[in-house]
């Protein structure tokens, strides 16, 4: 089966850090456009910042230039370096992953095929 598992939020000051990881398993990342999503409660998901299988990135305005996006497709591992935090970056952030998605979708959820279960992100 093809699982994501995220793992390293947790809860932080603004301005601070935090570094998630998402590990898949099932297949390799390598031909997929992986991506980070979030919702907060109330709120629908938002993408926040994907990789496709070329390496392009794309971000979402409210963390261009705070959050990087990464691949280490010999781990077979996605990250999201978040840097000035914010509170309104507080939400379940999920990693996503599908085979093929064209560059102006990237950030679009209905895209993905699958998802992680999430991890908390707490900014205060």
């Known amino acids: 089966d093809v699982q994501l598992v995220e793992s390293g939020g947790g809860s932080a000051q603004a301005g601070g850090s935090l570094r998630l990881s998402c590990q898949a398993s099932?297949?390799?990342?390598?031909?997929?456009?992986v991506a980070w999503f979030r919702q907060a409660p109330g709120k629908e998901r938002e993408g926040v910042a994907a990789?496709?299988?070329?390496?392009?990135?794309v971000y979402a305005d409210s963390v261009r230039g705070r959050f990087t996006i990464s691949k280490d497709s010999d781990k077979n591992n996605l990250s999201l370096e978040m840097n000035s935090l914010k509170p309104e970056d507080s939400a379940m952030y999920f990693c996503?992953?599908?085979?093929?998605?064209?560059?102006?979708?990237?950030?679009?959820?209905?895209?993905?095929?699958?998802w992680g279960q999430g991890t908390q992100v707490t900014v205060s």
């Open positions: 996503a992953a599908a085979r093929l998605i064209y560059s102006k979708f990237l950030l679009r959820a209905n895209e993905y095929t699958f």
């Open positions: 099932g297949y390799t990342i390598r031909r997929y456009a």
């Open positions: 990789i496709d299988s070329d390496g392009a990135t």
